[in-house]
């Protein structure tokens, strides 16, 4: 399984960015994919998640009716649209699937809100 972020950056509050994940070594489009999130000193955490065929998302109340995940099966990609951006939301943001009865990540992308 490999995942590999792209996308962040540094975004004034109010700003929007939109991170992908292009996932390869697994039939991406059986599995759920997660979005997760790392603050310094904190905790990761799930901020939100997409089943296979996109019928059902899940998203933490933190970012809710902010963000938005989707996803393109022909192009074994995740998607996170991030708008209204707090500097509350900086954080590494990783994607992620369950394979195998194992949770894989990806490397990681910064995602820097500041003025």
């Known amino acids: 399984v490999q995942l590999v972020e792209s996308g962040g950056g540094l975004v004034q509050p109010g700003g929007s960015l939109r991170l992908s994940c292009e996932a390869s070594?697994?039939?991406?489009?059986?599995?759920?994919m997660s979005w997760h999130r790392q603050a310094p000193g904190k905790e990761r955490e799930l901020v939100a998640r997409i089943n296979s065929n996109s019928i059902i998302t899940n998203y933490s109340d933190s970012v809710k009716g902010r963000f938005t995940i989707t996803r393109d099966n022909a192009k074994n990609t995740v998607y996170l649209q991030m708008n209204s951006l707090k500097p509350e939301d900086t954080a590494v943001y990783y994607c992620?699937?369950?394979?195998?009865?194992?949770?894989?990540w990806g490397q990681g992308t910064q995602v820097t809100v500041s003025s």
């Open positions: 070594g697994f039939t991406f489009s059986s599995f759920t």
């Open positions: 992620s699937t369950f394979f195998r009865f194992t949770r894989s």
